[in-house]
């Protein structure tokens, strides 16, 4: 190498690290004060990850568990112990307590010498170390060595809490069974994100989930089911009752100990819904006395059992609802909820409560017949009545009641407390009668909703795109905050059934929730967001995580002019991308058409083919869309 060379080489190379150096520190949920310093702290196979002395054993697990994480990627063995050398990682309780960051806060100080996670309890900690973890490279999400690397962390001072204590996503464990170490993996995820809740929908038409000693049918019948694997595991056909009934599975009771250890050790609670009295084919396979009718059950078994009709009303085909009528059904549930109470520490317990049929309770003369002997004038008073015998028996066993929004209707006790799904109406209602209320309105955080072009995903009836999601805000204009615990997402998983389907339609989306849930409102903020979730897309790539990259594909949108004209009106969620498009059948890339305004479809047109770029390369899929499609689009406008 000529000599000359060199000091133009080694000025580059300080460029290069010193550009690397500058690149803004991308933490998601975004906290709450983030200043970037210049500088980095590298970690080596000497760094100690020390604990302030005495503390807490929560805090040496913790800086075990660190240890051990970082040492899969870095190869490190990583010494933990008590504090007192200078430099290294620091994991400190405050022993005077500092108000602003709660239970939960924490202060995360990265220096050129030494990184310091102080907080006022473990959580602090915890969610300090989940922090930690997105400013290392991401190559740390590796699960195998990475040699000869340069473990850098950029210099930083972090300030942060969140601002709702309920930082929730709900897991239907029915509608497909996901094992436990799945849903370890689904915990471990969560926690990354600062999510601190995991709702578990444990029983549903499809399947019984949870074990109940007293009660062993609700397993050995109700969790298993004929094995459906088609769209929406529907069947045209009549099931044969013959058929074998192999798809299922439940948790023991020794399981859910051990999810909710694993949860505690992580910070995250988990909360069981047995949802009743709607959704209940499989506790009625079981125990079929439960029913207004009597007589055979089934587990749910690929038929459609439910008519939905436009105005948003429905009636059962099959009965899957449990009878108020029946005093055998409060003793049932009695019975359940002492032993749900017994595993779950959770001061709340879910009783569902949504999209109960009622037309089966119409026709029941022992039903005309209790709302004679109680003045129950109408149906919604009727499940109003069953509602409060569940609260009654739910709060016998210690626990407070939750229940999805329909439990408003027909009126609420003063004590139950409401999820609000069908969008935002039922938590507005129930706050402004101070209920406690927790956000999870379909519109903006139902994850199993279609999140990119419906024609190039998975079908369902509804869509929700990242960009939705992200607009997210759990406290709704006129309402009083004091009421609104916090949000979640809603995972269902009538079409989810492995868990890598289970994670494409996941991830993102729950980023924008946690964002939702624990960034202050005025931190947010779409552009950011976006290059951050890129940013994470690297990661889950090294991690073998799936996720959805829908937000790069374009947005179809139609409509037509007062002559009949169909115009296609296409945009991006992100920003910085351009489209391109076709109608001749050809498949477009950057040399083609850019779209800026409207487009025109020609008369002949069959198809319109688009993509989109940026920096010159595709981004986005391809999406082929037929003429008859957008103006099915444009007719719905
Ligand atoms: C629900 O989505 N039925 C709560």
């Given at each position: 190498m000529k000599k000359t060379l060199l000091p133009l080489i080694l000025a580059l190379g300080i460029l290069t690290a010193q550009s690397q150096n500058k690149s803004t520190p991308s933490v998601i949920p975004v906290p709450a004060s983030l200043i970037a310093n210049s500088g980095t702290f590298t970690i080596t196979n000497n760094t100690v990850i020390s604990v302030s002395a005495g503390t807490s054993k929560e805090l040496d697990n913790m800086s075990?568990?660190?240890?051990?994480?970082?040492?899969?990627?870095?190869?490190?063995?990583?010494?933990?112990g008590p504090a007192g050398t200078d430099g290294g990682i620091k994991l400190e309780l405050l022993t005077t307590p500092n108000t602003s960051l709660g239970n939960e806060g924490y202060q995360l100080k990265v220096t050129s010498t030494g990184v310091l996670i102080s907080a006022n309890k473990p959580a602090g900690i915890f969610y300090g170390i989940q922090s930690f973890m997105q400013l290392m490279p991401k190559e740390i999400e590796s699960k195998t060595v990475v040699n000869n690397f340069s473990w850098t962390v950029p210099c930083v001072t972090i300030d942060d809490q969140p601002r709702f204590g309920w930082r929730g996503l709900m897991l239907d464990v029915s509608r497909h069974f996901f094992t436990k170490d799945e849903v370890k993996k689904f915990m471990d995820d969560m926690v990354k994100f600062k999510f601190n809740l995991l709702h578990l929908h444990l029983t549903d038409d499809e399947g019984w989930r949870i074990e109940i000693k007293s009660l062993p049918k609700l397993t050995s019948v109700g969790a298993?089911?004929?094995?459906?694997?088609?769209?929406?595991?529907?069947?045209?056909?009549?099931?044969?009752?013959?058929?074998?009934?192999?798809?299922?599975?439940?948790?023991?009771?020794?399981d859910i100990k051990e999810l909710v250890k694993y949860g505690q050790d992580r910070f995250l609670t988990i909360m069981p819904e047995?949802?009743?009295p709607g959704h209940s084919m499989a506790a009625l396979a079981a125990y079929p006395e439960l029913s207004c009718t009597g007589g055979e059950h089934t587990v749910y078994q690929g038929i459609s059992f439910m008519n939905w009709f436009p105005n948003g009303k429905f009636e059962a085909i099959v009965e899957n609802g449990l009878c108020p009528a029946n005093e055998k059904v409060y003793e049932f549930l009695d019975k359940v909820f002492t032993e749900v109470a017994a595993l779950f520490p959770f001061e709340y317990i879910h009783m569902g409560g949504d999209e109960c049929a009622k037309n089966f309770w119409e026709k029941s003369p022992a039903v005309q017949a209790l709302m004679k002997k109680e003045?129950?004038?109408t149906m919604p008073e009727v499940e109003s009545y069953f509602v409060k015998r569940v609260e009654k028996i739910v709060n016998s066993k210690g626990k407070k009641l939750m229940g999805w929004d329909e439990i408003l209707e027909g009126g609420i006790s003063p004590t139950a407390n409401v999820m609000s799904w069908r969008g935002v109406k039922g938590g507005i209602e129930a706050a402004e009668s101070k209920h406690h209320v927790v956000m999870s309105p379909s519109s903006f955080a139902y994850l199993d909703y279609v999140q990119g072009e419906p024609l190039l995903e998975a079908p369902v009836y509804a869509s929700l795109r990242l960009n939705k999601a992200y607009s997210f805000d759990p406290v709704q204009e006129g309402m009083d905050a004091k009421y609104v615990l916090g949000g979640q997402g809603n995972q269902w998983t009538e079409q989810l059934g492995n868990y890598r389907s289970l994670q494409y339609m996941t991830w993102p989306r729950a980023l924008a929730i946690a964002e939702a849930t624990w960034s202050p409102k005025e931190r947010k903020d779409w552009n950011s967001f976006a290059s951050r979730v890129e940013k994470q897309f690297d990661r889950w790539d090294i991690s073998d995580d799936k996720y959805s990259k829908a937000m790069f594909d374009a947005v179809v949108e139609a409509s037509k002019d007062d002559k009949g004209n169909l115009y296609a009106n296409l945009s991006t969620e992100v920003s910085g991308m351009s489209i391109y498009y076709s109608f001749d059948e050809s498949n477009p890339d950057n040399y083609y058409p850019k779209y800026a305004k409207p487009v025109l479809v020609p008369k002949d047109a069959a198809t319109m083919k688009i993509v989109t770029y940026r920096d010159g390369k595709q981004i986005g899929k391809q999406i082929n869309i037929p003429v008859t499609e957008l103006a099915k689009r444009a007719a719905k406008k």
């Open positions: 075990n568990q660190m240890s051990k994480v970082l040492q899969t990627a870095t190869g490190f063995n990583l010494k933990t298993w089911r004929i094995e459906r694997n088609g769209k929406w595991a529907n069947s045209p056909k009549a099931a044969d009752p013959s058929e074998p009934k192999t798809y299922g599975g439940f948790y023991t009771q020794e047995i949802d009743v003045g129950l004038k």
